[in-house]
């Protein structure tokens, strides 16, 4: 059973547009949801996360909105770069239990085209 | 902010020998390590969770015996992929939390791509 739900699969966005990644999660004991940068070859890098007591945040040109009735999020991307072309995960955690794992969704390919 | 080192970045080895991979936090302490396994163009998949000084608790379909985790100090963790086959030839990524309040952030480190002959 796939806890967190990423989608699109893939994404191609001319530079300068807005790029949007949704998730949905299930389990309602979530409590974090970062979401992760990763570029080929390399380790995933935290971005941006966010807490269940907001419905926005932002940092820079990425901002997670969240849902938190339709028990979704999602990342968008302002003035999207050839830079940002990447893997984008989003993931969920439940916080107050000690050290419990992330749950991560399937990834999006971002391709920024020039 | 925190960095994770991981080594080596990339092995390539013969078919029955054993590999070790290091994990280090270079500037927290980490009282929880985790070791994922990345295939192609696919998600990462936890492998295994440990806690310093304790023994690790794998995922199920996770042989412990084949892929050993050592947590020896607040800064260091190691997978060993022991008899590797090519079959194990993949991307394998630590991640480390650090202890007190950041504890749900999870670092990672830039992976060990792993080929195996």
């Known amino acids: 059973q796939q806890q967190v739900k990423q989608s699109p699969q893939s994404l191609i966005v001319q530079k300068g547009g807005i790029s949007i990644i949704n998730c949905a999660y299930e389990?309602?004991?979530?409590?974090?949801f970062p979401w992760y940068q990763q570029f080929p070859g390399k380790g995933p890098a935290l971005l941006i996360a966010?807490?269940?007591?907001?419905s926005e945040k932002k940092e820079g040109r990425f901002t997670i909105s969240f849902n938190k009735s339709a028990k979704q999020f999602s990342l968008h991307i302002m003035d999207s770069q050839p830079g940002d072309s990447a893997t984008y995960f989003c993931?969920?955690?439940?916080?107050?239990?000690?050290?419990?794992?992330?749950?991560f969704g399937k990834g999006t390919m971002l391709l920024v085209s020039p | 902010g925190a960095v994770v080192s991981q080594h080596p970045s990339r092995v390539i080895c013969k078919s029955g020998t054993s590999v070790k991979i290091e994990c280090r936090s270079l500037?927290?302490?980490?009282?929880?390590m985790f070791w994922y396994r990345q295939f192609p163009k696919k998600s990462l998949m936890l492998m295994a969770t440990?806690?310093?000084?304790?023994?690790?608790?794998?995922e199920q379909g996770v042989e412990k015996d084949k892929f050993l985790i050592n947590h020896a100090s607040l800064t260091l963790s190691t997978l060993t992929v022991t008899s590797a086959h090519p079959e194990d030839s993949s991307f394998y990524i630590c991640?480390?939390?650090?202890?007190?309040?950041?504890?749900?952030?999870?670092?990672f480190g830039a992976g060990t791509r792993l080929s195996v002959l």
């Open positions: 991640s480390a939390s650090p202890a007190g309040t950041h504890k749900n952030i999870q670092y």
């Open positions: 389990n309602t004991a979530f409590d974090y």
């Open positions: 966010i807490r269940p007591d907001v």
């Open positions: 993931a969920a955690k439940i916080s107050s239990s000690g050290y419990s794992t992330l749950t």
């Open positions: 500037d927290f302490q980490a009282t929880t």
């Open positions: 440990s806690n310093e000084g304790s023994k690790a608790t794998y």
